[in-house]
């Protein structure tokens, strides 16, 4: 899980590459750095540390030329150090590579390399078996030797590669890691993801499974497995540059929060068709395929499995077909029963979680229609998919997601209407309440954000906690969920989510005096009960902070605290209640110092198991 960049062309690359580094920081940041060839052969630079401790060591002048690499890593062979950060090189210094991913096989390369071929490995890492393979091959031609090289690597990969001899010429290759070109004017690039590149070109290839690359200056080919030259379309870039930027926020992740209204209307607005009927571009299941499905599967990981608890009581309700929500990497290992009638839903921000991607994958197999919903257009994911459904978040650059996650939840809504009409299971009154409903949400939650004053003083208040409850019922145990991994994430507090019936099977144990609950409370026919919880915990010596609509002022009667939310009906509150929830989580880790965007042990894109 790294990011890489190459750069070939008539400038120079350092700049360039740092560019392209600095903007997938998101990606990997425990250690950098980049190779160029200086015109005195290729010279390496790397350390421990992100993209800022990389300059510190980049400065001098001396340190440029017209082609280089560049690498962002989160460790996953070795742990953050100087010889384990890439770029990697063959023993004779001839070849230099960065990779993202893993390579399954490294040890047998490795062992191999070192009995035959004497060679004598610097790192822990099993990219650096990449550099040695490479090298071995290397007879002056480097297109051969990676095509060699790639043939003894099994795993997932984005390799970037450069030869001392042949700096007129970088080789790339792809296998189930992202991989993009950016087609500049005599610059051309390599990127693990468009932001890399956008700074200097909007005109992009995206690099399809096991296709390799050849980049010169004025020249770019893509050639498919078997080595046969493909052509392909430039998919030119609309969204903003400054999308991918902090633009005057201190965090990405404050800024993300902030979009919020804009992303959701942008997912929901152009999907719903002058006649208030929703329209699904990238789907096609038509009446016939719904009424053939009898089971669905909703699979993915952390913040996106939320979103599909969600989606399961949306599609039951609305479509009466049985969804089961799964962790995508419990799927894979389970023998799930799947079969053609089965609906596999994917739900995924980057398009290349490794663990969903395989559970898709083996859905697929076993004969299951796909259905993705994805933010990034082009993805491992999208592309794996027999319907794609973008979320239109545009960039999530902060680790913690927020609004790729009500943009995900909009996305169940509308599947789930989308289907529901198809098969007749929903009145067109019913189904036009809901859709009123979902569009008043990105005004509502303007008017939330404009005020969140009370929500800093919550966080100025209880910081300091060491552990944390998020209970709720209904339709707030998917967002009690989210508000619980969206806070433990970025500030390291130890909280916990649970639906609020089953407390008193077992966690209730854990409540004692000044334990801090947050008591999820949006949905009115539930709420009588949810009070009852309230004053269950309370008694145990509970400090409660109850979060509901602004019409529910009964509440203050039993919580110690409130967060009031703009009402809405009980269905789309989801889509409302968790934003104060990434406020506070966001808040409280500014407060507790931690590096908000981009928290310890964790990167943005999880592309191993
Ligand atoms: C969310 O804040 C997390 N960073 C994480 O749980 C994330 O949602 C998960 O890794 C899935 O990522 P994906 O949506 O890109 O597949």
Redesign the pocket.
């Given at each position: 899980m790294c990011g890489i960049i190459g750069f070939i062309g008539k400038d120079k690359a350092k700049e360039s590459l740092y560019d392209g580094l600095k903007s997938m920081e998101y990606r990997g940041y425990d250690s950098a750095g980049m190779a160029i060839n200086t015109g005195h052969g290729i010279e390496v630079r790397k350390q421990i540390g992100g993209v800022e401790e990389l300059a510190a060591i980049i400065e001098d002048s001396d340190f440029d030329g017209n082609v280089g690499i560049g690498h962002i890593r989160w460790a996953t062979h070795g742990v953050p150090s100087t010889p384990n950060a890439h770029p990697h090189q063959s023993q004779n210094k001839e070849i230099a590579i960065v990779h993202n991913g893993i390579i399954e096989n490294y040890i047998e390369i490795k062992e191999w390399l070192i009995k035959e071929h004497n060679i004598e490995f610097l790192s822990e890492t099993d990219s650096e078996v990449i550099a040695q393979l490479i090298g071995i091959f290397y007879e002056g031609d480097l297109l051969k030797a990676v095509n060699k090289a790639v043939e003894q690597m099994r795993g997932a990969y984005a390799i970037a590669v450069m030869a001392n001899s042949e700096p007129d010429k970088l080789i790339a290759v792809r296998k189930d890691a992202p991989l993009i070109v950016g087609l500049g004017e005599s610059n051309n690039f390599i990127a693990s993801d468009i932001p890399a590149v956008l700074k200097h070109t909007r005109d992009i290839y995206l690099i399809e499974n096991n296709e390799t690359v050849l980049l010169k200056e004025n020249e770019v080919k893509i050639f498919d497995g078997e080595g046969k030259e493909v052509s392909r379309e430039i998919f030119h870039v609309t969204w903003d540059a400054s999308a991918a930027e902090k633009g005057g926020y201190e965090h990405f992740m404050i800024k993300e929060i902030m979009e919020q209204p804009h992303a959701i209307a942008e997912t929901l607005n152009q999907r719903i068709n002058e006649d208030g009927e929703v329209s699904l571009d990238g789907i096609n299941l038509s009446e016939e395929d719904i009424n053939n499905i009898n089971k669905i599967y909703i699979v993915?990981?952390?913040?996106?499995?939320?979103a599909g608890l969600t989606g399961k009581y949306l599609i039951e309700k609305f479509v009466k077909i049985p969804v089961e929500v799964d962790i995508?990497s419990e799927f894979r290992y389970r023998e799930p029963l799947v079969d053609d009638k089965t609906l596999f839903i994917a739900?995924?921000?980057?398009?290349?979680?490794l663990?969903?991607l395989e559970a898709l994958r083996e859905a697929k197999r076993q004969g299951a229609r796909i259905l993705s919903v994805v933010?990034?257009v082009g993805s491992s994911?999208a592309r794996d998919s027999d319907d794609v459904f973008y979320t239109w978040a545009g960039p999530e650059i902060?680790?913690?997601?927020?609004k790729?996650?009500t943009t995900?939840l909009v996305c169940m809504y509308l599947i789930a209407l989308y289907m529901a009409t198809k098969k007749k299971s929903i009145s067109k009154e019913e189904r036009a309440r809901i859709i009123s409903e979902l569009q008043s949400v990105p005004a509502k939650l303007e008017s939330l954000l404009e005020n969140v004053d009370h929500i800093k003083a919550l966080a100025d208040k209880y910081y300091e906690r060491e552990s944390v409850f998020f209970i709720g019922r209904g339709l707030d145990v998917g967002a009690s969920y989210e508000a619980s991994?969206?806070l433990k994430?970025i500030s390291y507090i130890n909280s916990m989510a649970i639906a609020a019936g089953e407390l008193k099977h077992g966690s209730i144990a854990l409540v004692e005096d000044g334990t801090l609950i947050f008591t999820l409370a949006s949905q009115d026919k539930l709420f009588e009960k949810t009070l009852s919880n309230i004053e269950e915990v309370k008694a145990r010596g509970a400090e409660v902070i109850g979060v509901t609509k602004d019409t529910n002022l009964v509440i203050e009667k039993k919580a110690d605290q409130v967060i009031y939310v703009p009402a809405a009906t009980d269905e789309v509150m989801p889509l409302i209640t968790v934003v104060p929830m990434q406020l506070f989580a966001y808040y409280v880790a500014k407060n507790r110092g931690t590096n908000v965007d981009q928290p310890k042990n964790?990167?943005?894109?999880?592309t191993v198991e």
């Open positions: 993915a990981c952390g913040t996106a499995y939320h995508a739900i995924s921000q980057s398009g290349e979680t663990d969903t933010n990034v994911v902060s680790v913690a997601s927020t790729a996650y995900q991994l969206k994430e964790l990167a943005k894109s999880v």
